[in-house]
């Protein structure tokens, strides 16, 4: 089978069509880079799709570690708000580092670790059963190890964590009743004028701890510190709801971006039909 090739046919007015063919091409380029970059940013955006800062941190920090108190003073009926953080955390697709102390402290997950990690340990914070109105817990693997309360050495091993990860935009979230020791007291001032000066945020979630070991950590880190008890919202008699985490505005306008975009691009590329067709 052969094609039958002919002259090419003369149009007269094609000189007038070169500008027109132009500013198509234009337009046509510069659809195609904005749906590249538009598209490229999307999943950019869906790889962290539902995360961004929970709650608990403080605005500009995007990971943090949780510096949790595990002494005698805190087990029991307050473990379910340390669940609770944990939870609105998760919730959040919050990437997060985990550090427990008593008189002393340990890391148990790095900043960024992905949320999936630090939902292991919820369930050693959740009571079995409750009885009498009171909710039971079981035994914890750490509870061997609690005894007294230096919270300078929990503030001090979440500090080396960030800079052990090189994060610049790293937070503290302590969880403690602050019932501090009171040899404890220089190392935590001390500790208090470094973070300041590092510019390592905090926020503070205290754990049923008295007005006047809340006031003595407003003057070392500030009255805004504190997480509001807005934060925890309540349902029913022993349960507690996660805190909550903002939703993906930035992914959602992307998204319709993306699909303006396409709409454009068949507005305005669409094939030229002749009139003798239509």
Do not use: C
Not at 141 to 166: N, Y
């Amino acid at each position: 089978m052969t094609l039958d090739r002919r002259s090419p046919t003369r149009l007269g007015d094609l000189p007038q069509l070169a500008q027109p063919a132009w500013r198509t091409t234009f337009v046509r380029v510069g659809l195609a880079l904005a749906l590249a970059a538009t598209l490229a940013g999307a999943v950019l955006l869906a790889r962290s799709a539902g995360s961004g800062r929970a709650a608990v941190l403080p605005v500009g920090a995007k990971t943090g570690v949780i510096v949790s108190d595990m002494s005698a003073s805190v087990a029991g009926p307050t473990f379910e708000r340390v669940a609770t953080v944990v939870r609105g955390l998760v919730a959040a697709n919050q990437a997060m580092g985990l550090v427990m102390f008593s008189d002393v402290a340990y890391e148990l997950l790095p900043p960024n670790t992905p949320p999936s990690a630090l939902e292991q340990f919820v369930r050693f914070f959740v009571p079995e059963k409750v009885a009498q109105g009171q909710p039971l817990f079981g035994q914890s693997p750490w509870s061997q190890f609690s005894g007294g309360t230096r919270i300078s050495t929990g503030l001090v091993a979440g500090e080396q964590a960030l800079l052990r990860a090189g994060e610049p935009h790293g937070a503290l979230v302590l969880m403690s009743d602050l019932n501090d020791a009171q040899d404890d007291r220089e190392p935590l001032v001390a500790e208090a004028l470094t973070l300041k000066k590092a510019h390592v945020p905090i926020r503070i979630v205290p754990l049923n701890a008295s007005p006047q070991n809340v006031a003595l950590f407003s003057q070392l880190f500030g009255s805004g510190v504190f997480v509001s008890v807005h934060a925890f919202r309540h349902q029913g008699k022993h349960r507690v709801l996660p805190v909550s985490a903002g939703s993906p505005w930035a992914l959602l306008t992307v998204g319709l971006v993306f699909i303006g975009l396409l709409a454009a691009n068949e507005r305005l590329n669409s094939r030229l039909v002749p009139e003798s067709a239509a």
